[in-house]
């Protein structure tokens, strides 16, 4: 009988699966590979669910507290956009890039070490702490998608601009529906994340001895709330569209990955 490792294995062999069979749609426009990809797809957001409640009665809560755990509500958020865009978006270029990020997050938590006890996730746990983490994780999700839409809007300009016509070029879309689809996504995650920062300022005033500002982690938060509200503020007030608004939101991201994966591992209590 598989122990809980192997099915974590077997959720990531299943998602490297649907992966490989989106990359031959997103080659040739099969199908048939696209179905074959969306079901595996499905297992695994299946499987992940499973994981995720498991794991939330086992505990008492709901998982999200440490890296490991963010880090697997962030793949299965991922994968359950993914899901949403394959069946009413069709994006099939986005879908595939999603996945990647989505398989690439799984494979951290599955095999990253863990270097946390249950006793401290429970002695960090209060209401305050939960709703900060899940929104600023919600917030991750909608810039990691507005993220792929910028990236295909600067593909589809290239090609565009080189006069590479061909089958490629129209199932990428229209260059404008990516510029507002960046848009919206962000227009979303902005006020979710600055809500989860006021409620974690808060909770670290509260729980957290010598709590300060400039603490890395929470300087690279809110740097990519400002980041991010540059961004809505050009688009919005100052009328800009296009390459620049893409660029912008692709070094945006950037920052939001520095942040995560780095200012974390610098922080007095993040870490």
Known sequence: M????????????????????YFIDFLHHNRKANRIAFGLLSIVWGMQTF????????????????????????AWLLITLSLAINRWLRVDFLVFFTNVLAFFV???????PTPYTVG??????????????????????????????????????ELL????????LWRLGDL?????????LNGVGVPILLLSLILGVVWAYMKVD???????????????????????????????????????????FLILLINFFLFGTLSQFHF
Do not use: C
Request: proline share 1%.
């Open 51 to 74: 994981f995720f409640f498991a794991r939330m009665v086992e505990t008492g809560k709901f998982p999200v507290l440490t890296l490991a755990e963010g880090l697997s509500f962030y």
């Open 210 to 252: 010598h709590f300060v500002l400039y603490d890395a982690k929470v300087l690279g938060s809110f740097t990519v709330f400002a980041t991010y509200s540059f961004y809505l503020y050009k688009r919005a007030v100052k009328g800009i569209q296009g390459k620049e608004m893409a660029l912008w939101n692709i070094g945006s």
């Open 120 to 157: 401290i996730a429970e002695q960090l746990m209060s209401e305050l702490l939960f709703i900060h983490i899940t929104m600023a994780i919600l917030s991750y999700g909608a810039f990691s998608i507005s993220f792929m839409f910028s990236l295909l809007y600067l593909l589809q300009y």
């Open 2 to 21: 598989f122990d809980m490792t192997r099915w974590y294995e077997l959720s990531l062999l299943l998602h490297a699966s649907s992966v490989l069979f």
């Open 106 to 112: 799984l494979s951290l938590h599955t095999f990253a």
């Open 161 to 168: 601009k080189k006069k590479k016509w061909g089958k490629r």
């Open 176 to 184: 404008a529906k990516f510029d507002d689809l960046a848009y919206v």
